[in-house]
Nanobody
């Protein structure tokens, strides 16, 4: 059974930074491409960033480009999302997701971690 556990969320001020982590209980971790999504109240879930199986390929939503960095450590079965220069509009529940291979729908989801950015 695949389990994804996010951590690192919290309440911060605008301009601050946060690093979210997602620990995955999958073997081998490198078989999965990973993504970070977020959902703000009243809004649809959106993809924030995605990373390929070995970390060489990344993708970012326009809203976070230049402020976010997704990375992974396949030796620790962990994916990270570093968010800098946080804005109030980044406030959301952030979810980690996994899918086997490179394409298709994400099939495994974490429980989410709340990020609240105040101005």
């Amino acid at each position: 059974q695949v389990q994804l556990v996010e951590s690192g969320g919290g309440s911060v001020q605008a301009g601050d930074s946060l690093r979210l982590s997602c620990a995955a209980s999958v073997r081998p971790f490198s078989a999965y491409s990973m993504g970070w999504f977020r959902q703000a109240p009243g809004k649809e879930r959106e993809l924030v960033a995605a990373i390929g199986r070995f970390g060489s390929s990344t993708h970012y939503a326009d809203s976070v480009k230049g402020r976010a960095t997704i990375s992974r450590d396949n030796t620790k079965n962990t994916v990270y999302l570093q968010m800098n220069s946080l804005k109030p509009e980044d406030t959301a529940v952030y979810y980690c997701a996994a899918r086997v291979g490179t394409y298709g729908a994400y099939t495994h989801w974490g429980q989410g971690t709340q990020v609240t950015v105040s101005s």
